[in-house]
């Protein structure tokens, strides 16, 4: 993992979710919730051994605002917020690059990402990319879908549920489909 400067865990929506900065406040990465504040804590510490629990810096004081917001059903894309893809591949920024375009409340098929980078037959691939998202939900890897609507998998603790948790709170739109969640 690239070196955080620091690390803090803050509560939203659907639990206590960590965030660890770089010194020039880009995001190192995000965590969704455990199964409470210590175990995510926990995670936080394995993933950036060595980072301080600290209080944030500004920038990423705003970012956590935002992700407050994303998770209370505040529609924003986070394009703008910086993240450091110093250690994720070539192949994982493209699909992270074409699943942070899905907008707040729409959906793609891990095929449908696939078919977007240039490689319609990486699905699969796809779905293993962003099972190692370290930015989720800046890079909102719950928007991306196994083929025919079905939820697919989520490494997030408690797994398809939490994605579909999340699809509700957005009032997901499935493709050009009526609303996920009417």
């Known amino acids: 993992m690239p070196r955080a400067a620091g690390f803090c ?3 939203t929506a659907i639990g206590g ?3 660890a900065w770089a010194e020039d406040a880009r ?3 995000v965590q969704l919730p455990e199964d409470d504040d210590k175990a995510t804590r926990a995670r936080m510490r394995r993933r950036f051994a060595g980072a301080p629990e600290s209080a944030p810096l500004p920038d990423v004081e705003a970012v956590i605002g935002r992700v407050r917001a994303l998770l209370e059903g505040e529609p924003d894309p986070m394009l703008d917020v910086p993240l ?4 994720v591949s070539p192949f994982e920024q493209r699909v992270y690059e074409i699943t942070r375009a ?4 729409r959906t793609l098929t891990y095929g449908e990402v696939a078919a977007r980078i240039g490689e319609p ?3 699969r691939a796809v779905g293993q990319a962003l099972g190692h998202n370290p930015f989720a ?3 909102p890897c719950h928007r991306v879908l196994a083929a025919g609507t079905g939820g697919g998998g989520f490494s997030a603790e408690g797994g398809v549920a939490t994605k579909l948790r999340m699809l509700q709170i957005e009032k997901a739109q499935l493709g050009s489909e009526p609303g996920l969640f009417d």
């Not at 450091?84 to 250690?87: A, G, P, Q, R």
């Open 27 to 29: 995001i190192v990465g």
């Open 102 to 105: 899905i907008p707040p409340g």
């Open 17 to 19: 979710c960590g965030i």
């Open 121 to 123: 037959t990486a699905a």
């Open 84 to 87: 450091d893809m110093s250690l």
């Open 9 to 11: 865990v803050f509560d």
């Open 137 to 139: 939900p800046i890079v």
